[in-house]
C-alpha cells in the first residue's frame, strides 16, 4: 500500500484551506492526479499518525500526519479550515481536496479521549495537542 508523510502545515492567512504539502519524487503526475479523497481517517497507535485515506484506481493510498505537525493541525481545527493536499512534484503540484477531514479528525479525536484502546501513548500525546 502506498503512503506518503505530510511534511508540512501551510496555513495561509485569510484563507480558509491550508495545505498539506507532501514530497513526491516517484510517481507520475498523471496518477497524482488520478487520487480521490475518501473522507475517512484511520489512526496508527503506535506511530501516532492520522491517516487520511485516498483512493487510486486499484487501492486505498495512506496520507500520513505525524505527531511532528499536530500543533499545525491543532490549530487549522481551531479555525475550522479546510484542508488540501499539495503533491509536489517535479515542477508541478498536484492539489487534492481532503473531504470530510476536520469532521472525521473531530470523530476521531472524540474517540481517543478518556480511551486507552488507542494505547497510553497515543492517548497523552492527543490529550496534550487537541
Known amino acids: 500500500m502506498k503512503s506518503w508523510n505530510v511534511e508540512e502545515l501551510k496555513i495561509h492567512n485569510n484563507v480558509d484551506t491550508v495545505d498539506a504539502i507532501v514530497q513526491v519524487e516517484e510517481d507520475s503526475i498523471d496518477y497524482l ?7 475517512q481517517i484511520l489512526v496508527d497507535s503506535d506511530k501516532r499518525t492520522f491517516v487520511y ?11 500520513r500526519f505525524s505527531s511532528e505537525i499536530w500543533n499545525e493541525l491543532a490549530e487549522v481545527r481551531k479555525k475550522e479550515l479546510s484542508v488540501q493536499a499539495v503533491f509536489l512534484y517535479q515542477s508541478d503540484n498536484v492539489v487534492v481536496p481532503l473531504d470530510n477531514f476536520l469532521v472525521e479528525l473531530n470523530f476521531i479525536l472524540d474517540n ?6 488507542y494505547g497510553d501513548e497515543m492517548l497523552d500525546a492527543v490529550e496534550s495537542y487537541f
Open 33 to 39: 492526479r488520478s487520487l480521490q479523497p475518501q473522507g
Open 53 to 63: 485515506i485516498l483512493e487510486d484506481e486499484e487501492s486505498f493510498v495512506h496520507l
Open 112 to 117: 481517543i479521549r478518556g480511551n486507552s484502546n
